[in-house]
């Protein structure tokens, strides 16, 4: 599966269902040319998992609204909710580990804990 641009009106939309991995990047950043490649490499390895890419120029109030503050930022999504954030690069083997242990997740562990911290 190919990497897909995510703007600010899809979003939400996006992140929804399923899980979703986002790269945060620019094209002035060294290190996010550098993770490009590892992104769209390890999509290709889980056709069922989305994987999108946000132009942090392109779209400043989506990234001002996530507090992104260096890039790049990858962040994880499971059923709509932020399950990983973290800044920097990974090699394939650490992204792949990552989509696996998203994979793996309890959510419904998962959920009473986000109702727990918000109660």
């Known amino acids: 599966m190919a ?57 400043r109030d989506l990234a001002g609204n996530l507090m992104i503050q260096s890039i790049p930022t990858l962040m994880a999504f499971r059923d709509g909710i932020l399950v990983f954030r973290d800044s920097g690069v990974l090699n394939a083997s650490q992204l792949s580990g990552l989509v696996e242990q998203v994979k793996a997740l309890d959510m419904d562990e998962v959920r009473r804990q986000v109702e727990a911290a918000a109660s």
């Not at 620019?26 to 889980?46: D, H, K, L, N, T």
Request: aromatic share 14%; net charge negative; charged share 25%.
């Open 3 to 59: 990497t897909t641009a995510l703007t600010a009106a899809d979003f939400e939309s996006v992140i929804g269902e399923g899980i979703v991995l986002i790269d945060f990047w620019a094209a002035w950043c060294g290190p996010c040319r550098m993770f490009g490649p590892i992104f769209e490499e390890v999509s290709e390895q889980y056709p069922d998992v989305a994987f999108a890419k946000v132009d942090t120029e392109a779209e």
